[in-house]
């Protein structure tokens, strides 16, 4: 299994969003990707893409998002969506693209990236819940999801350091998006 990363390139945006719909079965996660890619409020951003043997098999996107509220300035990232195409789920292609968009984004010295997802699969990744830290969601999380609701630290002593609530690029800052 030959495992190649890069950041996606406009030639690119085709099988970027052949990889979302197939992942998901839909083309919601293909048009969210399409909108945040064209929103000057997700910059900047880092759309990442994997290649395995030569073909588009993964894609990950993280975008800027602000934190309203917070008393000193914070660089922060959201990662949505992580899409791996039907034949390539279950080889760890997933888990390998969450840890090189992290280690890209941290070079870049994004303080906090911030995910709303699986409570059982982010933690692996160093992700926790951010509800408790004081790092709010866009919109309310229901109780009973308030776990999926993720932050990890790229910078030491951020975490306790500052408080408020994510305000997100106009394409993912829609309540639809943040329900279930």
């Not at 190649?4 to 048009?31: L, P, S, W």
């Not at 399409?34 to 993964?58: I, N, Q, R, V, W």
């Not at 996107?61 to 934190?67: K, Y």
């Not at 999801?145 to 800052?173: F, K, P, T, Y």
Request: with cysteine.
């Amino acid at each position: 299994m030959a495992l190649v990363f890069r950041e996606a390139a406009d030639t690119d945006i085709d099988d970027v969003f052949d990889i979302e719909r197939r992942a998901f079965g839909r083309d919601n996660e293909a048009q969210l990707v399409a909108e945040l890619l064209g929103d000057p409020g997700a910059d900047p951003k880092l759309s990442l893409l994997t290649l395995l043997d030569g073909k588009p098999a993964g894609h990950i996107l993280f975008t800027s998002v602000r934190l309203i509220g917070a008393k000193k300035p914070v660089s922060a990232q959201i990662l949505a969506p992580l899409a791996v195409v039907p034949e390539a789920q279950d080889q760890g292609i997933g888990s390998k693209l969450i840890e090189e968009g992290l280690r890209l984004i941290g070079l870049a010295r994004t303080d906090l990236v911030f995910v709303l997802g699986d409570p059982g699969y982010y933690p692996r990744f160093g992700f926790e819940p951010a509800g408790r830290l004081g790092l709010n969601a866009p919109y309310p999380i229901p109780d009973k999801h308030a776990e999926a609701w993720m932050v990890q630290a790229l910078s030491d002593h951020v975490i306790g350091s500052v408080a408020g609530r994510v305000r997100c690029a106009d394409a993912l800052n829609k309540v639809a998006l943040w329900r279930e």
